[in-house]
């Protein structure tokens, strides 16, 4: 919980960490008024090693350095390469909606919503093509440029050309 002696909002935060499969990577242009925004559907991994279960879940991108990372990753997807990705996802809720369409048209369903927050580390088709570093490990001697030039965003490539 965020707190403070002034004025300011107090809140309470949900976060959800796991690892799931990136999919459905696309920029949204809402309707009307609002900017558009980053969006990817991640297939969240649980249950057993030797019976995996999914759960989907629909998500704002929200960080900027996961914004940068997705956007980086979402080639890859399109090639259908197997994008495997460390998370913490904030703020999770159920969005109750009907079918408009195939066999289940009509019918109610429900999707799982969030705020994509921070990506610790991802593979392509096994390979780890980037990992965050750890807060400690910022070396307080640098220069702003070069942290910038260092950022682990741009430490590694995404993924190697054939």
Same mark, same amino acid.
């Given at each position: ?7 300011? $909002?107090? %809140? %309470?935060? /949900? @976060?959800?960490?796991?690892? #799931?499969? /990136? ?10 008024? !609002?900017?558009? %925004? ?7 991994? @649980?249950? +057993? ?37 460390? %998370?913490?996802? !904030? ?10 369409? #195939? ?5 109610? #369903?429900?999707? /799982?919503?969030?705020? /994509?927050?921070?990506? +610790? ?26 942290? $910038? ?9 995404? @993924?190697?050309?054939?």
């Amino acid at each position: 919980m965020s707190t403070s002696h002034t004025s300011e $909002a107090k %809140f %309470f935060d /949900l @976060h959800t960490t796991g690892i #799931g499969y /990136l999919n459905r990577i696309r920029e949204v242009k809402p309707r009307g008024k !609002g900017k558009p %925004f980053m969006a990817v559907a991640i297939a969240a991994l @649980h249950g +057993s090693t030797d019976e995996v279960e999914y759960s989907y879940i629909d998500c704002n991108v929200v960080g900027t350095d996961a914004e940068k990372l997705i956007r980086r990753c979402q080639e890859a997807v399109d090639a259908g390469k197997k994008v495997l990705a460390g %998370f913490r996802i !904030g703020d999770i809720w159920a969005d109750a909606f009907t079918y408009e369409k #195939g066999d289940k048209k009509g019918l109610p #369903g429900a999707s /799982l919503k969030g705020r /994509l927050l921070f990506i +610790s580390w991802i593979k392509v088709d096994g390979e780890t093509v980037y990992e965050a570093k750890p807060k400690d490990s910022v070396d307080p001697d640098n220069s702003d440029r070069d942290s $910038a030039r260092n950022s682990p965003i741009s430490d590694v490539p995404l @993924h190697q050309s054939a």
